[in-house]
């Protein structure tokens, strides 16, 4: 009987153990084949310094972006598009540098029917794609409104002065191919917008997704609910951080008043840093942390706006210059990309590239299409920790705002011209590498170099980009 028992359980074993071996492997291969999960998260106006990670003397710590840089490759010479706002988006939506891109200044200008972005790309790929934040690209039912460039969900501000205040009546929401505007009964949109974002990781976890993730934080106004600021607050409700300067507002459409703007600006990196924290949890929870690529940036540097204080918190950390400047503190913003796995863990790179390459990058990462004619490269090896074959010969903005700023990187030398209308041009020559600072203008000193980086300045801007604008300085 027992050698009969015997018989008859080694078969059936087999067959469990063959049973079993096929689940697991045929576990193994879907989780291989499915693709990646792309995050990109940009924060509103945080500076280079404003990140522990970056700057270990902050005043505010940032423990969660901080464990991010950790867990992945921390990048110093990353680029924004432009100083402000709706140019940077554009570069890294068209994949366009400012002498090419069709916005390239922070006016009404929408992206048009031929202008494609990152989120087209990845949604002919299969992809689902959300945005939850600030998009200031597009507004209501234009050529430039989410639901035409490439995204199935929307939730937060289309116009980005609208996106000022924190406390509006009414956001906008796209779902169901439908954009439409929705009543907030003025709760803090912030958390609104976060609520939308994890709700849209939940119900798409089962398949591959773009979240691009353009928060409102910590641009100014600096005004956030009592309870993010209690921790920064004593007892008596005095700032933690020192007497503070009252920022007054001068009418119903600037900033809202802020009596104690440290201690706000201070809560909304710090509510920002949580929120990235839990962001990662909710990954974790979901098993989704292992197939998901998380990038982290800012648009432009630090604002001095709303009763903002850049001095006060080494916003800018060793560089000169803010929000505005071609200066490397207006454009030189954090990148952080974690994949376990993919990117290297607690690596830091010097790697140059900017908010142009972000589109051909992610294209490259998960095989969809990408323009030929665009001004980015591909840095997935750098991304990777391999070696990166195709470098840029030099990076390029183009702003104006009260007068024409040019600026040309190549390699360590960077070239800066100003030029006011009816006055002669101001160059200016600083060699990043021994002056990261800018404080040394080398122009007298290395005329050739001078001469040599001039001609980029022109070569770099398209004659047909500028006819939206009257950069009548340019000569």
């Not at 050698?3 to 067959?15: D, E, I, N």
């Not at 439908?178 to 939308?196: A, F, G, P, W």
Request: glycine letters at 8%; proline letters at 6%.
């Amino acid at each position: 009987m027992k050698t009969g028992t015997k018989h008859l359980r080694s078969p059936l074993m087999a067959l469990l153990i063959t049973i079993c071996c096929i689940w697991q492997t045929t576990g193994q291969t879907a989780n291989s084949n499915k693709r990646t999960n792309i995050i990109f998260i940009i924060a509103d106006d945080l500076g280079y310094g404003n990140l522990s990670s970056y700057n270990p003397g902050s005043r505010i710590r940032t423990p969660f972006i901080d464990n991010l840089a950790r867990q992945g490759t921390r990048f110093t010479r990353f680029y924004a598009g432009s100083p402000v706002c709706a140019p940077s988006r554009c570069a890294l939506m068209t994949g366009y540098h400012m002498g090419h891109a069709y916005i390239r200044g922070n006016a009404d200008q929408h992206l048009r029917p031929e202008d494609t972005t990152l989120a087209q790309r990845l949604q002919a790929k299969g992809y689902v794609t959300g945005m939850f934040g600030k998009w200031g690209l597009g507004e209501e039912n234009d050529s430039g409104a989410p639901q035409f460039k490439g995204f199935d969900y929307f939730f937060g501000y289309l116009n980005q002065r609208h996106a000022h205040h924190y406390f509006t009546d009414h956001l906008f929401e796209l779902k169901d191919k439908q954009l439409r505007q929705v009543q907030t009964d003025s709760l803090y949109s912030h958390d609104l917008i976060m609520d939308h974002a994890f709700a849209f990781v939940r119900e798409h976890k089962e398949e591959p997704f773009f979240l691009y993730l353009p928060v409102t934080i910590p641009h100014a106004e600096l005004l956030l609910p009592q309870k993010y600021m209690q921790p920064f607050l004593n007892p008596d409700g005095s700032s933690k951080l020192g007497p503070e300067t009252p920022f007054v507002q001068k009418d119903k459409t600037s900033y809202h008043s802020q009596a104690q703007p440290h201690a706000a600006f201070a809560a909304m990196v710090t509510k920002l840093d949580a929120d990235v924290g839990r962001l990662m949890q909710l990954l974790k929870e979901l098993g989704l942390d292992d197939n998901t690529y998380v990038f982290f940036t800012s648009d432009n540097g630090p604002h001095k706006e709303g009763g903002a204080d850049p001095e006060f918190f080494d916003s800018n950390g060793p560089l000169r210059g803010i929000k505005r400047d071609l200066y490397e503190g207006g454009i030189r913003v954090p990148m952080i990309v974690r994949a376990p796995g993919k990117v290297p863990a607690g690596r830091t790179s010097s790697q140059v590239w900017a908010f142009w390459d972000v589109l051909p990058t992610i294209c490259d990462l998960t095989g969809a299409s990408a323009p030929d004619n665009i001004d980015g490269y591909s840095f997935l090896p750098a991304i990777q920790g391999k070696k990166q074959q195709q470098q840029h010969d030099h990076l390029f903005w183009q702003f104006n705002e009260g007068q024409l700023k040019q600026a040309v990187l190549q390699g360590d030398w960077k070239l800066v011209r100003f030029k006011k209308k009816g006055m002669p041009e101001v160059l200016e020559l600083y060699n990043i590498s021994k002056d990261i600072g800018e404080q040394n203008n080398l122009a007298a000193q290395y005329p050739e170099k001078v001469k040599a980086l001039q001609p980029l300045l022109q070569q770099s801007v398209s004659p047909a980009a500028n006819a939206a604008f009257d950069w009548s300085d340019l000569q």
